[in-house]
């Protein structure tokens, strides 16, 4: 059974940056394409980046393109979301996922149902 833990989440000010962190446990982390997600207060849970198995390709919501970047240390069965130039609106749950058979390089990685696997999340608070 496959495990996600997060970590590093925090409070920062705005125009900080901050990395989160994912450990995976319980299969072959390499063989799987990992996503992160977030959750605002009172908002769905929104996709906000993938990644391929390798850590050679990765995809991102249009909203985070060119301040977040996905990760991964595959010998150390981590996935990173390095996040720059935070806003008060970045202020969420973050949680990491591994895909399920769905997940398709390209072409099928934003949705949920995408992924099989989450973790509990970390918190992410930015202030002004």
């Known amino acids: 059974q496959v495990q996600l833990v997060e970590s590093g989440g925090g409070l920062v000010q705005a125009g900080d940056s901050l990395r989160v962190s994912c450990v995976f446990s319980?299969?072959?982390?390499?063989?799987?394409?990992m996503g992160w997600f977030r959750q605002g207060p009172g908002k769905e849970r929104e996709f906000l980046a993938a990644i391929n198995p390798s850590g050679h390709r990765a995809f991102y919501a249009n909203s985070v393109v060119g301040r977040f970047t996905i990760s991964r240390d595959n010998a150390k069965n981590t996935v990173y979301l390095q996040m720059n130039r935070l806003n008060r609106e970045d202020t969420a749950v973050y949680y990491c996922?591994?895909?399920?058979?769905?997940?398709?390089?390209?072409?099928?990685?934003?949705?949920?149902?995408?992924?099989?696997?989450w973790g509990q999340g970390t918190q992410v608070t930015v202030s002004s």
């Open positions: 319980g299969r072959t982390f390499s063989s799987y394409p």
């Open positions: 996922a591994a895909a399920g058979p769905e997940w398709e390089e390209g072409l099928y990685y934003s949705p949920r149902n995408a992924y099989d696997y």
